[in-house]
């Protein structure tokens, strides 16, 4: 099994390396396309702020590559809002995988709970439909960090709600991607790398 990571100017890279590892799985973290082309498996992983990171895989032709991949890809947190349609962050043109808009959480008050922003730690999944989510996972919790959010649209795989209902994973054709870290969700994230591999 070949599985790339793809190398960018984005963190959080390592911490899905060694994630893989845990599962028995060594991946080449790697910026090269041939590299990236040839692989069985696919990973986008990243933190960071959208223009800057779109701005770079721009430059290195790395948006069209990603996008005319054909075996899985899997974006995370950072991964799956540059594969949407456009991030409010920064008024950023994305790669337009998934149809969704990326839209930044505004600082609510529920029940007289304050929900600041961003959205950190353990939130559930709900509503799983995607190949990447067994029936199992429906209602588990994984890790967030992050204060934009992909809307619900067409492409929705799992819902969360912090605030408001939004996508937690999205799934089109071999392009999957998840808002939370699965490599850093325990238990439910590493079955959940583990059904990418598995794909």
């Known amino acids: 099994m070949n599985v790339v990571i793809v190398k960018y100017n984005a963190g959080n890279i390592q911490s899905v390396e060694f994630a893989l590892k845990r599962l028995g799985v060594n991946a080449t973290i790697t910026g090269d396309a041939e590299l990236i082309k040839k692989a069985d498996k696919v990973i986008f992983p990243g933190v960071g702020e959208a223009s800057t990171t779109m701005k770079y895989l721009v430059d290195n032709k790395l948006d069209v590559l990603i996008k005319n991949l054909k075996q899985p890809v899997l974006g995370i947190c950072l991964g799956l809002q540059l594969m949407c349609q456009h991030s409010e962050e920064n008024d950023t043109l994305c790669m337009?995988?998934?149809?969704?808009?990326?839209?930044?959480?505004?600082?609510?008050?529920?029940?007289?709970?304050?929900?600041?922003?961003?959205?950190?730690?353990?939130?559930?999944?709900?509503?799983?439909?995607?190949?990447?989510?067994?029936?199992?996972?429906?209602?588990?919790?994984v890790y967030f960090v992050h204060s934009y959010y992909a809307e619900k649209g067409p492409d929705t795989a799992a819902i969360t709600d912090y605030s408001l209902p939004f996508s937690s994973v999205l799934n089109r054709n071999n392009f999957y991607a998840t808002q939370f870290h699965p490599e850093k969700s325990g238990v439910v994230g590493a079955r959940i790398l583990k059904n990418f591999i598995e794909l």
């Open 96 to 141: 337009n995988i998934f149809p969704e808009k990326v839209m930044r959480f505004i600082p609510s008050k529920i029940n007289g709970n304050v929900l600041k922003v961003p959205h950190m730690g353990w939130n559930k999944i709900t509503n799983t439909t995607s190949a990447l989510l067994d029936t199992s996972l429906e209602g588990e919790y």
